[in-house]
C-alpha cells in the first residue's frame, strides 16, 4: 500500500521560511516523480513544482520560482519543499504527489497523494 505523509507546516510570518518533508512508503521511491501542489480555500489545487527520479530536473511554477526548492533524497524515501520569503498568499495545504511516467502541472495525471500539510503565512 502506497503511503505519502507530509510534514512540516504550520502558521509562519511574511518572510519567513519553512521546509515541508514527504515520505513515501510502499512504492519504489527512487522511480517516481515527485510533485507538490498546493490549494487554498475555494480555489483549485495548483502547481507548485516537480523533481524528476533522480533529483537531476526540477520545474516550478512562475509564482514559486526564485522562493521554493524541491529536492529529495532517495536514500530515506523523501522529498523536500524549502520555502523562503513566505508571503500570505502562499497561505494553503501542500500536498505531495507521486507518479511513475508523468511529471507535469496536472494534477488529475498523479497516481498518489499524502494528506496534506497546512501552512498559513501572516502579514
Known amino acids: 500500500q502506497v503511503q505519502l505523509a507530509e510534514s512540516g507546516g504550520g502558521l509562519v510570518q511574511a518572510g519567513d521560511s519553512l521546509r515541508l518533508s514527504c515520505a513515501g512508503t510502499g512504492l519504489a521511491f527512487s522511480r517516481y516523480s515527485m510533485a507538490w501542489f498546493r490549494q487554498a480555500p475555494g480555489k483549485e489545487r495548483e502547481f507548485v513544482g516537480v523533481i524528476n527520479w533522480s533529483g537531476g530536473a526540477t520545474s516550478y511554477a512562475d509564482s514559486v520560482k526564485g522562493r521554493l526548492t524541491i529536492s529529495r533524497d532517495n536514500s530515506e524515501n523523501t522529498v523536500y519543499l524549502e520555502m523562503n520569503s513566505l508571503k500570505p498568499e502562499d497561505t494553503a495545504v501542500y500536498y505531495c504527489?507521486?507518479?511513475?511516467?508523468?511529471?507535469?502541472?496536472?494534477?488529475?495525471?498523479?497516481?498518489?497523494w499524502g494528506q496534506g500539510t497546512q501552512v498559513t503565512v501572516s502579514s
Open positions: 504527489a507521486a507518479d511513475r511516467f508523468y511529471s507535469g502541472m496536472d494534477y488529475r495525471e498523479y497516481d498518489y
